[in-house]
Nanobody, 125 residues
Framework: QVQLVESGGGLVQAGGSLRLSCVASGSIVNINDMGWYRQAPGAQRELVARITSDGRRNYVDSVKGRFTISRDNTKNTVYLQMNSLRPEDTAVYYC???????????????????WGQGTQVTVSS
C-alpha cells in the first residue's frame, strides 16, 4: 500500500504565497519523478511542475518564475513553493509520484503512478 498525503493549501490574497507539501509513504522501493498537477472548476487537470529523482525540473509556462518545485528524497517528500499567486492559480492541486515497488507475490519490481487526494488553493483578488 502506498499513500500520498498533501498539505498546505488554503485561501490567500493575490500576490501572496503558499507552500504545498506531499509525503509518500508505504512499501516504496524508490521514487522516480514527482510532480504537482492542478484542476480548476470546469477545466482539465494540467501539469504545474515536475521534478526528477536527480533534481531536474520543468514547469508550465504560466508559473515559471513564480513557483518552485523541490524534493527531499530522505523524506519521500515533494514541495511546491508558490509566490506571487494570482486568482487564475485557484484550483485543486494534486501530488503525483512514479513509485517503484516489489510485488507481494513473486517479488518482481514494477513502477506505478500514484496520486494524492488533492488540496484546495484559492486566491482572492
Amino acid at each position: 500500500q502506498v499513500q500520498l498525503v498533501e498539505s498546505g493549501g488554503g485561501l490567500v490574497q493575490a500576490g501572496g504565497s503558499l507552500r504545498l507539501s506531499c509525503v509518500a509513504s508505504g512499501s516504496i522501493v524508490n521514487i522516480n519523478d514527482m510532480g504537482w498537477y492542478r484542476q480548476a472548476p470546469g477545466a482539465q487537470r494540467e501539469l504545474v511542475a515536475r521534478i526528477t529523482s536527480d533534481g531536474r525540473r520543468n514547469y508550465v509556462d504560466s508559473v515559471k518564475g513564480r513557483f518552485t518545485i523541490s524534493r527531499d528524497n530522505t523524506k519521500n517528500t515533494v514541495y511546491l513553493q508558490m509566490n506571487s499567486l494570482r486568482p487564475e492559480d485557484t484550483a485543486v492541486y494534486y501530488c503525483n509520484a512514479n513509485i517503484g515497488r516489489y510485488r507481494r507475490y513473486g517479488g518482481s519490481y514494477y513502477v506505478e503512478d500514484y496520486w494524492g487526494q488533492g488540496t484546495q488553493v484559492t486566491v482572492s483578488s
